[in-house]
């Protein structure tokens, strides 16, 4: 199976039952282990660009859907990433067992950062991708318009009357398109079948309610209240022109890897938020020359 011949829906799916929700998740190759965590919104057909290329390079790649996103159940509860971490963690007891290397994007790149530094037991590294602050933007994250946009919509977006309306407008296919055109630097990497991914799962009973509590739950730790108890391997990709957390925020890695060996910081020129799937190309080459290196 090669990534030009590979499409989200082509996908192996398969189901777990987690705490009595279904869990999708997808599996290929073998190897050591790879586990890929989405961002905000996203499922595993996000890394449908990655996934086959890991996988024929020797590793065995799992990935999931958040509980909340993609396929999975749509659970009436309050998310946080201790939520999610726990998720991770359970799945991989169930279903792979070794140490295993992380990857992630925006809050999945969070996810994995928490991974590695507080269940390290379970961790052989991370990958971060775009690493979101947390699981909401603090002051600092964003620029200052887009900070009080996001304030605003949080508080909106909670509200029993304003929410389902503003959901229902934001999960149009046309503004889905308009609010990757803004993620996104390649226009053409915008297609139809990725508004589609991100498009279904908002159709799902309890979507809105799962998007509420998102937006409005705890930031949780930053990465400079994590970092300090990375003891494996990090590397750190971030796409050069993402507007939603720019690679100006990205020092606190920079200046890691500049005394760390064990941590590298990699920019992928004219990149937005989601450059595994903007330039899956240049991210694979990283993600694979990084894993080489490791014992």
């Given at each position: 199976?090669?990534?030009?011949?590979?499409?989200?829906?082509?996908?192996?799916?398969?189901?777990?039952?987690?705490?009595?929700?279904?869990?999708?998740?997808?599996?290929?190759?073998?190897?050591?282990?790879?586990?890929?965590?989405?961002?905000?919104?996203?499922?595993?057909?996000?890394?449908?660009?990655?996934?086959?290329?890991?996988?024929?390079?020797?590793?065995?790649?799992?990935?999931?859907?958040?509980?909340?996103?993609?396929?999975?159940?749509?659970?009436?509860?309050?998310?946080?990433?201790?939520?999610?971490?726990?998720?991770?963690?359970?799945?991989?007891?169930?279903?792979?067992?070794?140490?295993?290397?992380?990857?992630?994007?925006?809050?999945?790149?969070?996810?994995?950062?928490?991974?590695?530094?507080?269940?390290?037991?379970?961790?052989?590294?991370?990958?971060?991708?775009?690493?979101?602050?947390g699981l909401n933007h603090r002051p600092g994250d964003l620029n200052p318009l887009l900070g009080?946009?996001?304030?605003?919509f949080a508080r909106l977006i909670k509200s029993p009357v304003t929410g389902n309306l503003l959901?229902?407008?934001?999960?149009?296919?046309?503004?889905?398109?308009?609010?990757?055109?803004?993620?996104?630097?390649?226009?053409?990497?915008?297609?139809?079948?990725?508004?589609?991914?991100?498009?279904?799962?908002?159709?799902?009973?309890?979507?809105?309610k799962v998007f509420a509590s998102v937006l409005t739950a705890p930031a949780g730790q930053t990465?400079?209240?994590?970092?300090?108890?990375?003891?494996?391997?990090?590397?750190?990709?971030?796409?050069?022109?993402?507007?939603?957390?720019?690679?100006?925020?990205?020092?606190?890695?920079?200046?890691?890897?500049?005394?760390?060996?064990?941590?590298?910081?990699?920019?992928?020129?004219?990149?937005?938020?989601?450059?595994?799937?903007?330039?899956?190309?240049?991210?694979?080459?990283?993600?694979?020359?990084?894993?080489?290196?490791?014992?």
């Amino acid at each position: 199976m090669v990534a030009n011949s590979l499409s989200r829906d082509s996908l192996p799916l398969l189901d777990w039952q987690w705490q009595g929700h279904k869990i999708r998740y997808t599996v290929a190759g073998a190897g050591k282990p790879l586990l890929l965590i989405h961002g905000f919104g996203a499922s595993i057909g996000h890394w449908y660009k990655n996934i086959p290329v890991l996988a024929d390079a020797g590793y065995k790649v799992f990935a999931i859907d958040l509980l909340g996103f993609g396929a999975s159940d749509k659970a009436s509860i309050d998310y946080t990433l201790e939520l999610w971490q726990q998720q991770i963690a359970d799945f991989w007891k169930e279903f792979i067992n070794e140490p295993t290397v992380f990857v992630g994007n925006s809050i999945g790149a969070l996810l994995a950062l928490m991974l590695v530094t507080q269940n390290p037991e379970i961790s052989a590294g991370g990958v971060l991708i775009n690493c979101a602050g947390g699981l909401n933007h603090r002051p600092g994250d964003l620029n200052p318009l887009l900070g009080v946009v996001m304030g605003s919509f949080a508080r909106l977006i909670k509200s029993p009357v304003t929410g389902n309306l503003l959901f229902n407008n934001i999960r149009r296919k046309s503004q889905i398109r308009r609010t990757l055109y803004q993620v996104y630097r390649d226009r053409n990497a915008v297609t139809d079948e990725l508004v589609e991914m991100l498009y279904q799962p908002s159709c799902d009973p309890g979507a809105q309610k799962v998007f509420a509590s998102v937006l409005t739950a705890p930031a949780g730790q930053t990465p400079s209240e994590l970092l300090p108890s990375l003891e494996q391997p990090l590397l750190v990709v971030w796409g050069e022109k993402d507007p939603w957390t720019p690679v100006s925020g990205a020092k606190i890695y920079q200046a890691l890897a500049e005394t760390n060996p064990d941590v590298e910081f990699q920019i992928i020129p004219n990149a937005g938020h989601c450059p595994h799937d903007e330039n899956p190309e240049a991210v694979n080459a990283q993600i694979l020359n990084w894993l080489s290196k490791l014992s």
